[in-house]
């Protein structure tokens, strides 16, 4: 009991209803829990944003549609803490940490570090319409990158919160001299440290390095379908998974020679994506999709490894560290397999399971004589 407790909920998932779900995903099978009783939830509690509250993993920030933080105890299992946030206007796009100290992003524009004595704020829509997302740098947690509708891609230093240290530039008009819209819609900081790759509504993957100039130095369309999300690869300096709001997901090489043609692309989806999380160290992209099921898909060989139906609209979703590729992948694979009794039994006696790769021709033929 206590090694289940231990590996309990190494997934967690956010969903529209405000029900925030434990997954346990482990090789016998697979358990799900909603912390949340559903009798006493509305729409104006959909979680919109999560994020870790400490290293340890043992605090889960959730960011509600009525500007609303909670604070969830993954060792007790319960909520500790609900805040009212009452800045600006629209839900909480994005949540982060520095120094114990919660960072909220609101729709409206207004990002903020809530100290405890004092609060300090950046305006991070000076100019456009509404913001999409805020993204901390993971090796400097001060720093922060914005986007969203007709707002590019800024770079913001707590330290010095009146004024942005980075601005991005638009990319020059079209061939009909027509300025290029914009609309970012996730950003994510690649492997290399300082180089930040973003999504956009209409269509663009593009890459930016701070450090030499303002405008992308790689930019291009990919399927005729909004972006909606996009996660760097940790394991590369270069590497970035797209998704899309008709259910396509893609792994792009931006160091390549030819980083507008996707690497490989995950199939299965029957919905758009709406969060992507690659594992940070093991070949593994996590996902979940308005059809409302959880995907694990092999990073490199494109094989959907697992997938779960959730019930519920899902949002967003973490992923614990220390998930391990076997962990799951074998036990699901069979737990999800239906079949006789008979069957069942015909196959543990010899061993030999259907979806097995490494079985022999010669295996295969003795089990049809």
């Not at 991070?124 to 400097?140: N, V």
Request: charged residues 25%; contains cysteine; hydrophobic residues 40%.
């Amino acid at each position: 009991m206590e090694e289940l407790a231990a590996t309990d909920f190494n997934v967690y998932v956010g969903t529209e209803t405000g029900i925030l779900k434990g997954i346990n995903l482990n090789q016998k099978a697979v358990i799900h829990k909603n912390f949340h009783k559903i009798q006493a939830l509305d729409r104006e509690q959909e979680i919109t944003s999560v994020a870790w509250g400490n290293e340890e993993e043992n605090e889960i920030l959730m960011g509600l549609r009525n500007q609303t933080v909670r604070v969830f105890d993954t060792e007790a299992k319960a909520f500790v803490s609900t805040r009212k946030i009452n800045v600006g206007e629209g839900p909480i796009v994005s949540l982060g940490r520095m120094d114990g100290i919660t960072i909220t992003a609101m729709k409206s524009g207004q990002v903020t570090l809530w100290q405890s004595d004092n609060a300090v704020e950046i305006n991070a829509l000076a100019k456009g319409e509404f913001l999409t997302r805020m993204r901390q740098d993971p090796t400097s947690p001060s720093v922060i990158a914005t986007g969203g509708k007709e707002s590019d891609l800024h770079l913001w230093d707590f330290n010095t919160p009146e004024e942005a240290i980075f601005t991005a530039k638009n990319v020059k008009p079209d061939m009909l001299e027509l300025r290029v819209p914009v609309w970012i819609t996730d950003i994510s900081f690649l492997g290399d440290h300082h180089s930040i790759a973003i999504s956009s509504r209409h269509k663009h993957i593009r890459l930016y390095d701070p450090k030499r100039q303002r405008r992308p130095t790689i930019s291009f369309e990919w399927e005729d379908s909004p972006l909606t999300r996009i996660s760097a690869v940790p394991s590369s300096n270069g590497q970035v998974v797209v998704g899309t709001a008709h259910g396509r997901l893609g792994l792009f090489d931006l160091r390549g020679r030819k980083p507008e043609e996707p690497v490989h692309v995950y199939k299965g989806f029957a919905g758009a994506v709406r969060d992507v999380v690659v594992h940070p160290k093991q070949p593994l992209v996590f996902s979940v999709s308005l059809d409302r099921f959880l995907r694990v898909h092999n990073l490199t060989s494109r094989k959907l490894v697992f997938k779960e139906y959730l019930k519920s609209r899902l949002n967003c979703l973490l992923i614990r560290e220390n998930l391990e590729e076997m962990d799951f992948i074998k036990g699901a694979n069979t737990a999800k397999r239906k079949m006789p009794t008979q069957e069942a039994k015909t196959e543990a006696k010899i061993k030999v399971p259907r979806a097995n790769p490494e079985v022999t021709d010669a295996e295969w033929e003795s089990l049809t004589v």
